[in-house]
């Protein structure tokens, strides 16, 4: 997470890198990068969190239901937003 917002070059960026995170490596990403993003993401402007959302839902849709942590917070994401 420390080079996520150390290096990230704009809002989108970090966003898309945390959901890829999320996808690749959902099932073995600890907690704090789930709370991590769903804080974020809570933050973020409304176009961000509309974006979140839509990719979070893809993401989720393509996924095979193995990477329980980004079911957590996709299901967050569109519980809230959706």
């Known amino acids: 997470l420390r080079v996520v917002d150390k290096y990230s070059p704009d809002d989108r960026w970090r966003v898309d890198t945390l959901i890829t995170m999320l996808t690749i490596a959902g099932r073995e990403c600890a907690s704090a990068v789930q709370s991590s993003t769903v804080v974020y993401v809570s933050r973020s402007s409304e176009d961000l969190r509309?974006?979140?959302?839509?990719?979070?839902?893809?993401?989720?849709?393509?996924?095979?239901?193995?990477?329980?942590?980004?079911?957590?917070?996709?299901m967050w994401c569109v519980g809230e937003y959706g």
């Not at 509309?50 to 996709?74: F, P, W």
């Open 50 to 74: 509309s974006y979140s959302t839509h990719k979070l839902l893809k993401a989720m849709r393509d996924d095979d239901g193995s990477q329980r942590g980004l079911l957590n917070v996709g």
